[in-house]
């Protein structure tokens, strides 16, 4: 767009007609708005979320919920191709859950009972008349279901969850599974040998002994009176008549079955422990067994031949063909991750098992290990392409080419090492096992060893300069240099037997170490410490970092505590979220990242969403580029398209939202131009108004308010008029050029 003329008028000029000439505008109106801010912790690896997820519930073939640790409700609408997490303030870890319609449904947890009337969006607790701790849910219809428990916990509801009232049951023994055919035909299996039956709605109930200490899972039926049951040591019972009798069928294996369904009275699976899997195509008569590259999860749910599986650190699987391939949708794979680190926002590393490498702030993590070894427990980032890791039996890798390929150092040890750290690219240290202390002066090529006079496992080192610095070890270890470690010196805590894994150096006088059940704090460079209280059940604590002089975290194993004035006090919080998070690290009080034991990798979000376009002018069939900035996972806009940044070429007026799979969006009303405008009224809002070839005005711009700024400006392409009645108050700014397309 090239512009040929313009001018401004601000508030002392109030022209009553001026005419201008040759003079092109395209509308193109851009205006953006947060509408959700999720400020807090947002899982990346695995993507959407990575508790354990304990049970999944079909409504129909596309309709899916699932639940787990911590709360954590999981909901997808195409079968379980996508996944939303519906956040909630549930602090339980949640067992079962069963919905009677696409709003109406209930889960428990614990002695617990929640229900929802709008898909999951909202929870409302219901009383639980026993308080005995509950195991399974199943709803008959929208208004009848019953809900199982220890010690013969049996309840029944005939409002769709909204009470339940307790039935008294002829055993004291804790209750499963729960299967009604109608309102008068039903079976419990109890955890141990036996199922119960009733005909008469759970009125009275019959004991049938299946087989004598074999312990009874998962069970299902595939007509009124056929089904299966999960037994232990590889074994399966099957009933014919409804219950009333069983015969056991051997799956040729000593695994325990965790979960067995059939398709229909041939065709039938079952995943075993240990990720193992059964089929068969003859009724159960013969089975083959493999163990697949999927991993099995904690349960498995099917609708038809469409199938949904979860697990272990979020994982789900799903199959649309009966169980004969599956595809990983979300990938909750553990891979211990010891340490992550980050040079800039955009590019870093997390060590553990193996390496894995992300380029875009931890949007994607790849695993990206060229080292031809595995089992890492430290990293050191110099800059985008060069870094070094160490890890188990002496081994420690250097790259220059960002991992494309690795060097592995000579370090004259086999000794597992756990820390490294550089005061610059040339001289580090690195320590391990039996009070292994290596140092290098050239970069890595070459490591000396240094004498710790200990035999204990050291942990980490770190160094406030090239002289001075500080190590930590199992046995109540902390060691101190102040000659680069020509000489090492044992500084007393007065804590016998602590593990301290960690530890962050503030200035040369000031320090924090963490251990499996301390904080320690030293002001003196660590000629004295003391043990700091954190408020809040904790058990071990792994690492500590500060990203100001008062803002720092604490990470552990399920354990995260927070202080705002600089380690005088520490407050729990409440993230829910599992795992032993080893790894952490912060640039500002807006990025930082924390890595589990499990493989999660979180990020912290300070919910704030950046559009790089608000108010753009396009000719005709002109791309625009838009971004949305700041987001620290998946982007989907509204036109399908999914990434953070993404071009269009608009033909016609419409609406883009980009949506953060974090939470939050920004939306993007693209206006396309027209031939004139004819503006009157006033305006107290500022914007942009374009024309192809016409613009006639008799506007008022701003109210002369102190409060008002109001900013216009006019765009065409052959001529603005501004009429008898047109004006600009004080403090308002009025701007106008001409433009046409080339």
């Not at 704030?608 to 753009?616: A, G, T």
Request: hydrophobic share 35%.
């Amino acid at each position: 767009m090239r512009s040929n003329s313009n001018f401004i008028i601000t508030s002392f000029l109030k022209p009553k007609y001026i005419f201008f000439t040759r003079f092109f505008i395209v509308v193109v109106l851009i205006s953006f708005q947060l509408k959700v801010s999720c400020q807090g912790w947002v899982w990346q690896r695995p993507k959407q979320q990575g508790n354990t997820l304990n049970d999944v519930f079909f409504l129909n073939q596309d309709k899916i919920w699932a639940i787990g640790e911590f709360g954590t409700v999981m909901k997808s609408g195409d079968g379980g191709q996508t996944w939303t997490v519906l956040k909630n303030d549930i602090d339980y870890s949640l067992t079962a859950i069963s919905f009677t319609n696409e709003n109406n449904g209930c889960l428990i947890a614990y002695n617990k009972i929640f229900r929802t009337a709008n898909g999951g969006n909202d929870w409302t607790e219901i009383n639980n008349p026993t308080g005995e701790i509950l195991n399974d849910i199943f709803f008959l219809n929208d208004n009848v279901g019953w809900i199982s428990g220890n010690w013969g916990t049996f309840l029944k509801t005939t409002n769709g969850g909204l009470t339940w009232t307790q039935i008294v049951m002829p055993t004291s023994k804790g209750l499963n599974k729960i299967h009604f055919f109608n309102d008068t035909d039903g079976i419990i299996s109890l955890f141990q040998d036996n199922i119960m039956l009733t005909t008469d709605g759970g009125l009275n109930w019959t004991t049938v002994n299946v087989k004598s200490n074999s312990g009874i899972g998962n069970f299902e039926f595939i007509s009124r009176y056929t089904g299966w049951l999960c037994l232990a040591n590889g074994t399966l019972a099957k009933t014919t008549d409804g219950g009333v009798s069983w015969s056991t069928i051997s799956t040729n294996t000593s695994l325990g079955i965790t979960y067995s369904h059939f398709f229909d009275f041939q065709n039938g699976i079952v995943f075993y422990e240990y990720g193992g899997v059964g089929r068969t195509n003859d009724g159960g008569n013969t089975w083959v067994n493999f163990f697949p590259t999927y991993v099995v999860g904690n349960s498995t749910a099917f609708w038809g031949n469409r199938g949904c599986s979860v697990g272990y650190n979020g994982n789900i699987l799903v199959t649309n063909n009966s169980a004969e391939n599956w595809q990983t949708i979300i990938d909750g794979k553990p891979i211990n991750f010891n340490n992550i680190d980050f040079y800039g926002n955009n590019y870093g590393w997390a060590v553990g098992s193996t390496l894995f490498k992300t380029v875009n702030g931890g949007k994607d993590w790849v695993e990206t290990n060229t080292t031809g070894s595995f089992g890492y427990s430290d990293i050191v980032i110099f800059s985008n392409n060069k870094l070094i890791v160490a890890g188990s039996n002496g081994k420690i890798a250097k790259t220059t080419d960002s991992g494309g390929s690795w060097i592995m150092q000579a370090t004259n040890t086999f000794q597992n090492l756990n820390g490294i750290f550089f005061v610059n690219e040339n001289i580090g240290w690195s320590v391990g096992e039996n009070g292994t202390i290596l140092k290098t002066i050239d970069g890595g090529s070459t490591w000396n060893h240094q004498t710790s006079g200990i035999n204990a496992t050291l942990f980490k080192v770190k160094f406030t300069d090239s002289n001075v610095g500080w190590i930590v070890g199992g046995n109540n270890v902390i060691l101190k240099t102040l000659n680069g470690g020509t000489t090492w010196t044992r500084q007393a805590s007065n804590t016998p037997g602590t593990y301290f894994y960690n530890f962050f150096i503030k200035d040369a006088l000031n320090l924090f170490v963490v251990g499996n059940n301390k904080l320690l704090r030293t002001t003196n460079g660590g000629v004295t410490w003391s043990e700091q209280s954190l408020n809040g059940f904790y058990s071990i604590l792994r690492n500590i970092f500060f990203w100001d002089n008062n803002n720092g975290m604490i990470t552990g194993g399920d354990a995260f505590f927070k202080t705002t004035d600089g380690g005088n006090t520490w407050v729990k919080q409440n993230l829910k979220i599992s795992g032993e998070f080893w790894g952490i690290k912060f640039n500002d009080s807006s990025n930082g990242w924390i890595s589990s034991g499990l493989g999660g990798i979180l990020k912290y979000w300070d919910g704030q969403l950046n559009m790089n376009l608000e108010d753009i002018i396009i000719c005709p069939n002109t791309t625009v580029n838009l971004t949305l900035s700041n987001c620290p996972n998946t982007v989907t806009w509204s036109n399908g398209m999914v990434g953070a940044s993404i071009s269009v070429t608009p033909t016609s007026s419409q609406q883009l939202v980009a949506t953060c799979a974090a939470g939050g969006s920004k939306v993007a009303n693209i206006s396309i131009a027209v031939n004139d405008l004819n503006l009157q009224g006033n305006f107290l809002l500022s914007k942009d108004f374009q024309a192809i070839n016409h613009i006639n005005a008799s506007t008022i711009i701003g109210d002369g308010s102190n409060n008002t700024n109001t900013k216009i400006k006019f765009y065409a392409g052959k001529s603005i008029i501004l009429e008898n009645g047109f004006s600009v108050n004080k403090n308002s700014t009025f701007n106008a050029e001409i433009k046409t397309c080339d």
